[in-house]
């Protein structure tokens, strides 16, 4: 079955220490992203990425470290310059479309989340 | 700046009834699509429907349709028929430019409580 994954499901983390969360698509999907939930809160953009090892900062990158060696991996790395990390992380993916069509429908796909929690 | 606003924190409704939860956007973009989730308190990101700026039509999907007001700004999300699997957290997005493969703006969420 075609999806995203997310790996782990819940992530501790103590002061200090940087962590990684994985995110794999098979849908064959060219862009990638990383949002950020905080409780009772929309999502908010940390990074995404269209191709292979390129990407962009969204709104709250800071803190944060990305890769993109493979079309379908996507990890994201919470560094110890985050100083409040403690959230829900939803990596989702889409495809891109051109010309008249990119004014088509074009869902983004989303993972089941990391929730990651600071000791 | 692009928003999204979604000034209902938290809407109660009975079974059977239909119910609406509101967004507005601000965007000076002319070609730009709207998004609504629903995320059940496990946390996965459901899709539910999507309606872009040039579509004429309002979009509908099953039980929910969007009332798209373009001039208004408003894309609001109308439920028909609620069912207790309907309770959770509902959000509003917008992909701004029109451009496929950009990240989507959300609001803030509203959260739906259906009862028997």
Known sequence: DGGITQSPKYLFRKEGQNVTLSCEQNLNHDAMYWYRQDPGQGLRLIYYSQIVNDFQKGDIAEGYSVSREKK????????????????????ASSTILHGTAAHSYNEQFFGPGTRLTVL | AQKITQTQPGMFV??????????????????????????????EM????????????????????????????????????????????????????????????FGKGTTLSVSS
């Open chain 1, 72 to 91: 379908e991996s996507f990890p994201l790395t919470v560094t110890s310059a985050q100083k409040n990390p403690t959230a829900f992380y939803l990596c």
């Open chain 2, 46 to 105: 459901i899709f539910l429907i999507y309606q872009g700026s040039y579509d004429e039509q309002n979009a509908t999907e099953g039980r929910y349709s969007l009332n798209f007001q373009k001039a208004r700004k408003s894309a609001n999300l109308v439920i028909s028929a609620s069912q207790l699997g309907d309770s959770a957290m509902y959000f509003c997005a917008m992909r701004p430019r029109g451009q496929a493969g950009t990240a989507l703006i």
């Open chain 2, 14 to 43: 009975q079974e059977k009834e239909a119910v609406t939860l509101d967004c507005t956007y601000d965007t000076s973009d002319q070609s730009y699509g709207l998004f609504w989730y629903k995320q059940p308190s496990s946390g």
